[in-house]
């Protein structure tokens, strides 16, 4: 039976480490355990099974948090005995997560009180800073598993300030709008009765009042809307909405001033709140996700930088904005080197993954060049910077101008281009139907032409997208696509050509599958090799020795390892040489993109184990169902090795581009542009970052979204891959329900339209045809958006499983 | 029937007094968080509990383990 962490829930392994009758599957979670369970929070084992993550290394990890200057910047409040600092837990998932984390103080006194937002993943600590600091904080969290993220990006935006204009807006017109209901109703039924006609006047008036607000604030934003449409010539969707909220309050207004009428009150306020309604509906924002991430939040905060004085040597943490060309710096393990440098001393093993797409990692040597964002694998280094950090040359890449580019701006969604025609024929209409009244009956032309701009207010029309889009962005959100806002699903709809990175996009970037070429070992060879393996620290070793079954563990008799090349080892009468093809002494070796690494025993060449990429479950199912409809594409960063592979994976029209540097996807993206193709493109890393933003949709896969995501339109996590089509799918449905709920609500229009062209309209009909066409339309798009999205992602859950 | 200006005075008082009230509460950021105030309120029993058994450390407090 597999045993899996009381802590983390992870598979423990064969020998799991017993404590207190639980097993743990290492040190690190068992300590977790013992520090929960002697201060009285075993609790948090209960609320929820295995909700622990294993708690990182942190050795020297947070020591720039010694540096007052960065303490200043990530606190809240400071009035020098008492701290206030809001940090980001990504691991935060479960209610454990918030029992503990709001029970800080019973583990360490000095924290005073400590509160979780967790739609946010954040909490805010207040602590005292007597004989205690940030540092302190941060690590006994590392200490518990929650490690915080602090990224460059907290550092340098500032506090943000929530927006909640639109709730105040909201709530000001539901207000207006219930009481005005309340005050219109008696004159809905007995216009002309005795205690009315005495009170009628106080009636409207108290409407007349209620309405001011709801023109003059809650409506605002749709006068500057159409304002700023119109300047620019464009009739957007608000111009008519404008015209119309304008038009019946300048008619109730008048109306109740000249006693003629009791005005359109209860519409107006009536459609404001809807509308704004369908506003809010819309801004679903996934507050715990951040779609405008730059290498700033990449990058850690500060670096260790190195001075020599007087034989003595200084170590201290500077802000890496303060690093300057010609500075010593300290890269610990799997610590991001910030900067463009030279590798001074030590054994340098960089992985450029997120920042090229090369998917194995690079050994250096002293006086090798190191570029900005690599990873160092194995051990420290000392580097000296070459560059700054804003001229290095990943950073650059943020200098060109597409990441200064508002992408939203000159995207026209179906409706706003639909509401140029609409809006000229709604005009065409009162011309037409005023000119008519004119000849016929003057003292009513008035009143009709308001009439048509009252009911022609395009309500219905103006919540369908707003509720389709908002309830498909929810399920998506369900389906664990995050999207930056619902704007991204018409976009989505009308993509014809993918591009999709390679490494770390459709291969995972964990695992790789390892084959063996060549000649069979015998067992004592295997064993050998295994232990050999065990002796060395480079990824290649460690991925083929978790590859290798189970052997005794022996000791060796000679162990030695070059690096960068390989290692030799004896074991009694058995020697065996691990590593490259020049390494073993094997010439023949040709194909030198593959990864591999060759094996020799007794001066004998055995062969060698290639090294595969991981593609992950279902690329060839999803490439199969999006070949018939769009144009696709591989764009990787990495080299040529895998072409041969991927061709049989993938369908034959796939066109493939490798070595493509960040700057060169973008310019492919930028080429497609132009000959008329929507792109959208599906990446990972940094280096995707240039294609994400200029690709009209620009979608980042996650293993993990909380941890980094580079700019994009939408987050995919990994897991859910193969349900790209889906989606896709799911999104123009979701333009096709939209276009049929324009279609009802426009058979409104022309019922509402009969009245005010016949100049029938009264206030009870606006009343009743404006709530009624809203509300159908809305249940129309709510409840078809759900089917659709149920029945798509069943469906691609089938096919998954199937 | 001139008590309708009573009436209609002191509901819509009444009116206001909750319109504000919502404003300010909006105001003062009760609705930024809606998720965890209503995990929070089911933790509030155990924090005594786990006070008061002190040296029960293994005690199995049986209730609802879904999150």
Known sequence: MQQTCFHCGSDCGKSPIVFDDKNFCCHGCQTVYEIFSTNNLSCYYDLQSAPGAIP???????DYLDNLDIIEKLVEFNDGSI??????????????????????????????????????????????????????VVKL??????????????????????????????????????????????EYFEVSEYWLDQYKYLFRG?????????????AQEYFVSAYKGLRSNILNIDVPIALGIL??????TAEVFTDSGTGFFDSLTGLVFFLLLGKFFQQKTYSFLSFERDYKSYFPIAVTKITKKNESVIEENIQIYEVKKGDRLLIRNNELLPVDSILISGKGQIDYSFVTGESEPVDKVSGDKLFAGGKQLFGAIEVEAIKSVEQSYLTQLWSNDVFAKDKEHGFIGIINSISKYFTWAVLSIAVIATSYWLVVDSSLAINVLTSVLIIACPCALALSTPFALGNMLRIFGRQKFYLKNANIIEKLASVDTLIFDKTGTITTNKKSTIAYEGLSLSEDEEALLKNTLRSSNHPLSRAL???????????????????????????????????????VGNDTETDTLATTVHIKTNDIYKGKYIFHNQYREGVKELFQQLKKDFHLIILSGDNHGEKKFLQQLLPQRTDMLF????????????????????????????????????????????????????????????????????????????????????????IYNVI???????????PIIAAILMPLSSITVLIFVTVLTNLKGEKLFKNSRNEARA | MSVIYVLLAISITVAIVFFVAFILSVKSGQYDDMYTPSVRMLFEDELVKKSTNKNNQEQVITKDKQS
């Not at chain 1, 108290?206 to 809650?218: E, T």
């Not at chain 1, 563990?553 to 960068?564: A, K, M, S, W, Y």
Request: hydrophobic content about 40%; proline content about 3%; charged content about 20%.
């Open chain 1, 141 to 186: 969290l590392s200490t518990i598993g929650y490690a915080p993220y602090i990224s460059l990006n907290d550092y340098t935006e500032g506090k943000k300030q929530v927006d909640r204009s639109l709730i105040y807006k909201l709530g000001v017109a539901g207000f207006a709008f219930g009481n005005v209901m309340f005050l219109s109703f008696p």
């Open chain 1, 56 to 62: 990182q290394e942190i050795e020297g990890k947070y």
């Open chain 1, 545 to 583: 020795y978790n590859f290798l079954a189970e052997q005794d563990i022996q000791t060796l008799d000679d162990f030695e390892e070059v690096t960068g090349k390989g290692m030799h080892a004896k074991k009694a009468d058995n020697s065996i040489e691990v590593g490259s093809a020049k390494f």
């Open chain 1, 83 to 136: 701290q206030v600092v809001n940090l980001y837990i990504p691991h935060m998932h479960c209610s454990s997560c918030i029992w503990i984390l709001e029970n800080l103080h019973q583990l360490q006194p000095e924290i005073k009180s400590s509160q979780v937002n967790f739609p946010k993943k954040t909490v805010r600590i207040t602590f005292k800073t007597e004989n205690f600091n940030l540092k302190e």
């Open chain 1, 206 to 218: 108290l409407m007349f009042a209620f309405s001011l607000p709801v023109v003059f604030y809650a």
């Open chain 1, 247 to 252: 038009v019946l309050f300048i008619r109730s």
């Open chain 1, 752 to 762: 509402g339209l009969y009245f005010a062209v016949t100049g029938q309209l009264s």
């Open chain 1, 659 to 746: 070595h493509q540097k960040p700057e060169d996807k973008l310019n492919y993206i930028k080429t497609l542009q132009k000959e008329g193709r929507n792109v959208m493109m599906v990446g990972d890393g940094l280096n995707d970052a240039g294609a994400l933003a200029q690709s009209n949709v620009g979608i980042s896969i996650a293993e993990n979204v909380n941890v980094f995501s580079p700019a994009c339109d939408a987050i995919l996590e990994a897991s859910q891959f193969q349900k790209i089509a889906a989606f896709i799918k799911a999104a123009k449905k979701t333009v096709s329900i939209i276009k049929w709920s324009i279609t009802l609500s426009f």
